[in-house]
C-alpha cells in the first residue's frame, strides 16, 4: 500500500453540511429537526427538508449524544482503504434519544458485550491527517446504583 491510496471514509462536505461538521470538530452532534407545525421531527443525516413533512422550516440542533444499540454487524473484512487497517470493527446502526436513527460504528466495546438497547454516548473519532471529525458511539459510562448500599 501507498501514501496515496485513495480512501472511501471521507465524507463530500459542502455548503449545507459545513455546520455539521464544524460542529463534530467541537465534539458536538448536530440533528435537523423541522419547526413546522403539527410535526416538530428531528432527522439524521442532515436534509434540507423535513423527510416527515417536506416542510423546508428545518434548522440544526445540539443532539444530547445519548444512543441506544438498535443494530450491529461486526466487520471483518473490508478491502476499500482505510477499513482494512481497521478491522474487525462495529458498524452498527444507533437511536439517538432524540429519535433518528444513525449508521455510525461502536467503539471501545468488545463483541461479546454489544447488547441491543445498550446505551451509548456519542464520541468523535480523527485520523490525526487533518481529515473531519466523524462521530463514532462508545458504551455509556455505568452509572452508580442509586440507592444502592455497599456493603
Ligand atoms: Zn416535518
Given at each position: ?15 449545507f453540511t ?14 435537523r ?13 442532515p436534509r434540507e427538508f423535513c423527510?416527515?413533512?417536506?416542510s423546508e422550516?428545518v ?93
Open positions: 500500500m501507498t501514501g496515496t491510496a485513495p480512501r472511501y471514509d471521507l465524507p463530500e462536505i459542502d455548503a459545513r455546520p455539521y461538521w464544524d460542529a463534530a470538530a467541537d465534539g458536538r452532534l448536530l440533528v429537526r423541522c419547526r413546522a407545525a403539527g410535526c416538530g421531527v428531528a432527522h439524521h443525516y423527510p416527515r413533512c417536506w422550516d434548522s440544526w440542533e445540539a443532539a444530547s449524544g445519548r444512543a441506544t444499540l438498535y443494530t450491529w454487524s461486526v466487520v471483518h473484512r473490508n478491502d476499500l482503504p482505510p477499513f482494512g487497517g481497521r478491522v474487525p470493527y462495529t458498524a452498527a446502526v444507533v437511536d439517538l434519544a432524540e429519535g433518528p436513527r444513525m449508521m455510525t460504528e461502536v467503539v471501545d466495546c468488545p463483541e461479546a458485550e454489544l447488547r441491543i438497547g445498550m446505551e451509548l454516548r456519542v464520541c468523535f473519532r480523527t485520523d490525526g491527517e487533518g481529515g473531519p471529525a466523524v462521530p463514532v458511539f462508545r458504551p455509556a459510562p455505568r452509572r452508580p446504583e442509586s440507592g444502592g448500599a455497599l456493603r
